[in-house]
């Protein structure tokens, strides 16, 4: 059955860290490289600063624009415990990444719960698979906090053995001119991030 | 080459394809990309309309005068326009016209979960659904012909997942079209008892035509797989179904109104046991159990919100996917929240400070609802918020009204909080009423309205005048404040909430996320004076942080200078003047 040679990244983060883009990246790339690609998004209410996921999927040929719970290969995280809202979506040997970085959700910042500090550890004794990084440390390193998603975007290029000059492309085509030389800094960032961690 | 579209991109694809020279809109999620996307083609004219009933007025109008016509709305934007489209499918169509219902289960944004194809229904429409974004192109294309064919509007439903999946895309080429002449034909556009009556009579022909269609248009397929299980499906649920079980047998529906009924039966004597999959309403089920068929519906699915893969893996594979770590609800929420700098922040902090009834309205300032700020006691439709502020008074007496203020954005003030507010002075209301004007419609993904004066390809145009407008209503007291002055907002909603008159506070900045230049005021907290009382955590902003502590004198408040924009808001509200603007 072709479905099995699907693969399925499931990004998630907070509404404003741009997963947007580093999901769309991924599929374009996907899209050179001859797969049948979907990708599936989250426009409006839920993009202002609330729980967002993009999908993509790319292989033989693909059906749904949605992974189904417990199929991801890869989950990967701009913030701690989006990854363990959505850990249920990966395979039983799919790779967790974690960008190490904490953004309260409103009950937390209105003290109505505690944001969980053993998330990360939480997250790691049921996926023992998971890869924790400092990509927004890394971002703010190369000239701009905001690329973290680009950073990400390496990391995710080296864990997936994504061909590099193609993402290098599809970077080019997709940022603005005058942010393009701190997102390249950061995509290279990210490749060198992957290699030191793992 | 193939390239990756969202539905909605490939929805206005479409319909430049097949010739459209005319597009409306109102924006509204899930459709708001599609007349954005058409406006970037050249040669058409495209359009933002104040609300979707214009928009569904000015598509007929351009009908009628020959242009194949995109009108798109989100479902509930169909109910504001239901008006002139149950009547337009009387007239029928000169020019082809296709109007986008993006429905929204599961509720992603919006404050329902209404099914619109009861709309092809109860407004005799036909409705086509398509499942992916080669098919939205493609189905789009082809509904101008079936509207000209029929002569009628064709309802074109689409859900949220459809809508905002990106799938790849082959474009076709751009159909040469002739407008059409213009001649007055009164029995068929004037809608007077008489001629009405006449035009019933076609619209109920055209319907058994269409019937006839959906029996061979190639909308409608049966792929044939194992026969022991035979699904009836349409839109997204096919990908998933498909997803699930590859070798199923599928009666996939691409005409979701009328439906195929001999198409259904030779489908149903070919397998052993017969289900739909249609999110929301039993719309396909029901009228299959009305053929006498048996079959599965809503017994097993459920009534609410979105399907998923795993979903229909559980229905009917009966694999379990409950959670295997447990953790996704172990963790804390994460609800939507208003941008750091965002001006609508202070005003629902002042209204909650003040402890108002505050009748809501939507956008962005919905959010208003969630805690800490907990501001809303009420959000129904666009619009409807100074008609409920109006009708708690007439409820509960105007010493009351000292009490209620209504809320509503500028983009939805327009839409229809206008003729609410004749109401409240014809009817002698003394209703407080903010417009909170940002100067763009922002939820949506910022796009201009009559009163930014900004056209949808952000040429100049003629700008409303909201000050001007609500005094030609009659408010005699329309105060003009900066939402981000606290004190200026709660002096003048004070004066304004006493007054046994009707009064419009207009609290006017723009959109943090609009372009402009920056606040470059950056602010500190002193962490001496800081005593944690957390009073600036009450706004609900993402710029602060608290750091909590079981000691007491620990406790602290941050600037998280990531992301805070420099609105000053909670040097404002801090008792303790901990608070500090950077010098220099």
Avoid at chain 1, 100 to 123: A, Q, W
Avoid at chain 2, 150 to 157: A, C, G, K, Q
Avoid at chain 2, 282 to 303: A, M, Q, S, W
Avoid at chain 2, 396 to 417: E, L, M, N, P, Q
Wanted: hydrophobic content about 40%.
């Amino acid at each position: 059955m072709d479905k099995q040679k699907v693969t399925n990244v499931l990004i998630v983060g907070v509404g404003g860290q741009g997963t947007l883009l580093t999901s769309r990246i991924l599929a374009d790339v996907a899209v050179q490289m001859g797969f049948d690609v979907k990708v599936s998004e989250i426009h409006g209410m839920a993009q202002r600063g609330g729980s967002v996921v993009s999908e993509v999927r790319y292989g033989e040929k693909v059906y749904s624009p949605i992974i189904k719970k417990g199929d991801a290969d890869i989950l990967l995280a701009f913030e701690k415990i989006e990854a363990a809202r959505w850990l249920d979506y990966l395979k039983p040997d799919g790779r967790v990444i974690i960008n190490n970085e904490r953004i309260d959700p409103l009950p937390v910042m209105s003290g109505k719960v505690k944001y969980p500090d053993d998330i990360v550890e939480r997250i790691k004794a049921l996926a023992p698979n998971t890869l924790v990084v400092d990509a927004t440390k890394t971002a703010i390193a190369c000239g701009n906090v905001k690329a973290a998603n680009v950073v990400l975007l390496g990391v995710l290029t080296a864990a997936i053995h994504l061909p590099v000059n193609e993402v290098e492309q599809a970077i080019k085509h997709t940022v603005p001119a005058k942010a393009l030389e701190v997102n390249l800094k950061a995509f290279q960032a990210g490749l060198e991030l992957y290699s030191s961690v793992v | 080459m193939k390239r990756l579209m969202i539905g909605n991109e490939a929805i206005a694809r479409g319909a430049f394809e097949a010739g459209a020279t005319v597009a409306t809109a109102y924006p509204g999620t899930p459709s708001t990309e599609i007349v954005a996307s058409f406006a970037e083609f050249p040669g058409v004219y495209a359009e933002w309309a104040p609300n979707e009933k214009v928009a569904m007025e000015v598509g007929a109008g351009a009908s009628i005068g020959g242009a194949r016509t995109l009108v798109a709305m989100k479902h509930v934007g169909v109910n504001v326009a239901a008006d002139p489209l149950y009547t337009f499918s009387y007239t029928g169509v000169n020019g082809g016209l296709v109007l986008i219902s993006a429905d929204d289960p599961g509720m992603h944004s919006s404050q329902n979960e209404q099914d619109n194809r009861g709309y092809g229904i109860f407004a005799k429409l036909p409705v086509i659904e398509p499942s992916d974004s080669q098919e939205a192109l493609d189905y789009c294309r082809l509904a101008f012909d079936v509207s000209e064919q029929f002569d009628t509007p064709v309802m074109f439903r689409i859900t949220t997942r459809l809508a905002h999946s990106q799938t790849l895309v082959e474009t076709g080429q751009l159909e040469r079209r002739e407008l059409p002449l213009y001649k007055k034909n009164a029995p068929k556009y004037v809608m007077l008892p008489g001629f009405a009556k006449s035009r019933h009579i076609e619209v109920e022909k055209s319907i058994l035509q269409l019937k006839e269609y959906a029996e061979q248009t190639p909308l409608n397929r049966i792929e044939w797989g194992d026969r022991e299980l035979g699904i009836i499906t349409s839109g997204i649920c096919y990908q998933y179904v498909k997803e699930v079980i590859p070798d199923v047998s599928i009666l996939k529906l691409g005409l979701v109104n009328p439906l195929p009924e001999q198409l259904i039966r030779s489908f149903a004597a070919g397998v052993k046991r017969l289900v739909v999959v249609e999110e929301l309403e039993p719309v396909i089920e029901n009228f299959v159990k009305t053929l006498g068929i048996r079959v599965e519906g809503k017994e097993l699915f459920t009534l609410l919100g979105e399907y998923s893969p795993e979903l229909i893996e559980e229905k009917l594979l009966g694999v379990d996917n409950s959670d295997p770590f447990g953790l996704s609800t172990q963790v804390p929420g994460r609800p939507p929240v208003m941008c750091a700098g965002c001006p609508h922040r202070g005003v629902f902090y002042t209204l909650k400070k003040m402890k108002l009834a505050v009748m809501g309205d939507i956008g962005c300032y919905t959010l208003g609802a969630i805690a800490p700020l907990e501001g809303l006691d009420s959000c129904i439709c666009m619009g409807a918020s100074i008609g409920t502020a109006l009708g708690m008074e007439k409820a509960r007496g105007a010493d009351f009204a000292d009490k209620v203020v209504a809320v509503i954005g500028d983009s939805t003030f327009v839409h229809s909080g206008i003729t609410a507010l004749i109401d409240v002075v014809y009817n002698q209301g003394t209703s407080t009423v903010l417009i909170l004007d940002n100067d763009t419609t922002a939820m949506t993904g910022h796009q201009d309205h009559p009163a930014t004066g900004l056209t949808i390809r952000r040429e100049p145009t003629a700008r409303l005048d909201l000050e001007a407008l609500v005094k030609a209503i009659g408010i005699q007291h329309v105060k003009v404040v900066d939402p981000l002055n606290l004190e200026q907002l709660q002096g003048t909603l004070q004066t304004e909430l006493e007054r046994r008159e009707p009064s419009v506070i207009i609290c006017k900045r723009p959109c943090v996320l609009i372009p402009h230049e920056p606040s470059t005021q950056k602010y500190y907290i002193d962490q001496e004076i800081c005593n944690g009382c957390s009073v600036c955590i009450r706004l609900g902003c993402t710029g602060l942080v608290y750091l909590d502590s079981p000691v007491k004198a620990e406790r602290k408040a941050v600037i998280n200078d990531n992301s805070c924009a420099n609105c000053g808001l909670c040097a404002q509200v801090c008792k303790f003047d901990a608070i500090k603007a950077v010098e220099g």
